[in-house]
């Protein structure tokens, strides 16, 4: 089976973008002193070919997945802490439950290709690629056809879902090591600069996980392109969001992008699709190291910038309060005109000599 790519529109309506940047600008405030929202506001219009903006039923997604390269101690914690903290977000009790509760989003958790088997649960997606991905140090992280069918699942889960709103997160134990491998592949940028502390290395540990993603990065010098740099290179978790990004996108729902890994997904997806990025909110800069770059990558600018480096989707709902603000600000501001209030044209007209 091979992931035949969604077609996904640019949102280059240059009459609709100047419709909505007239009503952006004359609301009643200086022109541009609502700064990045104004730019938010004009993506979400663009995004739903409207100047009145919208959002229905908002789903939270987690893709999780194991990394056989967990084996060789590039992150802090055990892999076992992978089922673990699904078990726990599946209990309710996980940092992403409490902001999925709080901002009105409905949860799934998608085992991409956790390690062990789960028990059945309502909030569970079982889409098992595998039961983790092979040591990237070794071999290839998975065959061309488990790549499709993560591609593929992505997609298919986010057509199963309702709404307009979608935000990704994931969990996965070593993860941050496929998503620097990733950056360091796709864009050029070093893979020391690329590497960071994950959930928590010391300085000398992380002196090994930069030695042990050299070896992985050299192990692989002919997966130069973006599906076989994921194939080689990433995890189910990351293939499924990018193959569910670009269906996201295909059906020009907002795409709420969360952190380092996330971002490796959506970077992945951009490569693959370039216009998937008119659909992408970024939502938090995560403290990992390589997320800055990979943001600067993509010339994109993330709402909050909180020290996070959680995952889970945690800074893309915390971003949520924002993008709601922006679309309340297009469609419930006053205009000058409405307001009766003075433009700084009458200000100009004074200043200028008769
Ligand atoms: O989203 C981020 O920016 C982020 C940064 C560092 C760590 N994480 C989370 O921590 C795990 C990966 O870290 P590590 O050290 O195991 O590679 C994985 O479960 C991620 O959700 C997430
Ligand atoms: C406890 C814990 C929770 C997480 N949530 C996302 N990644 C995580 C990694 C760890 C280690």
């Known amino acids: 089976m091979t992931f035949a790519l969604p077609p996904i529109e640019a ?4 009459r609709l973008e100047a419709k909505l940047r007239h009503k952006i600008d004359n609301k009643t405030k200086p022109v541009g002193s609502l700064g990045q929202l104004e730019d938010l506001a004009l ?8 100047d009145v903006v919208t959002f229905q039923d908002p789903q939270m997604v987690v893709f999780a997945a194991d990394h056989g390269i967990a084996a060789d101690g590039v992150s802090a914690f055990p892999q076992a802490v992978t089922v673990q903290m699904v078990a726990n977000m599946l209990a309710g009790g ?14 799934q958790v998608v085992d991409a290709g956790v390690a062990a088997d789960l028990e059945d649960h309502p909030q569970l997606i079982k889409r098992k690629i595998g039961h983790g991905t092979k040591n990237i140090c070794k071999n290839p992280a998975m065959s061309e056809e488990q790549l499709h069918a993560a591609l593929q699942a992505g997609a298919d889960i986010v057509k199963s879902l309702p709404g307009n709103v979608i935000a990704f997160g994931e969990m996965g134990i070593a993860n941050t090591s496929s998503a620097a491998l990733l950056l360091n592949r796709l864009t050029g940028i070093a893979l020391k600069d690329a590497t960071g502390r994950g959930t928590g290395l010391t300085d000398p540990q992380l002196r090994h996980k930069r030695k042990v993603l050299m070896l992985a990065i050299l192990r692989h010098p002919d997966a130069v392109e973006p599906l076989q740099a994921l194939a080689a ?6 293939a499924m969001m990018t193959g569910a990004m670009l269906q996201a996108a295909s059906q020009r729902r907002v795409i709420l992008v969360d952190g380092f890994i ?30 800055r770059l990979l943001l600067d990558h993509l010339k994109a600018r993330a709402l909050l910038d909180l020290d996070m480096r959680l995952g889970e989707g945690t800074g893309a709902l915390l971003a949520w309060p924002l993008v709601q603000s922006a679309a309340r600000l297009m469609n419930e501001m ?5 307001a009766g209030i003075s433009g700084k044209e009458s200000v100009e007209a004074a200043m200028t000599p008769p």
């Open 11 to 14: 949102v280059t309506d240059v």
């Open 43 to 50: 993506q979400l219009g663009l995004i739903q070919r409207s």
């Open 94 to 107: 996980a940092a992403i439950n409490v902001l999925s509760r709080q901002h009105g989003f409905a949860l």
């Open 233 to 238: 290179l990433g995890g189910f978790e990351i």
């Open 262 to 291: 996330a971002g490796a997904a959506a970077l992945v997806a951009y490569k693959l699709v370039p216009q998937v990025l008119h659909y992408m909110v970024f939502c938090h800069r995560s403290a990992e190291r390589g997320h």
């Open 334 to 338: 006053a205009s000058f005109a409405s």
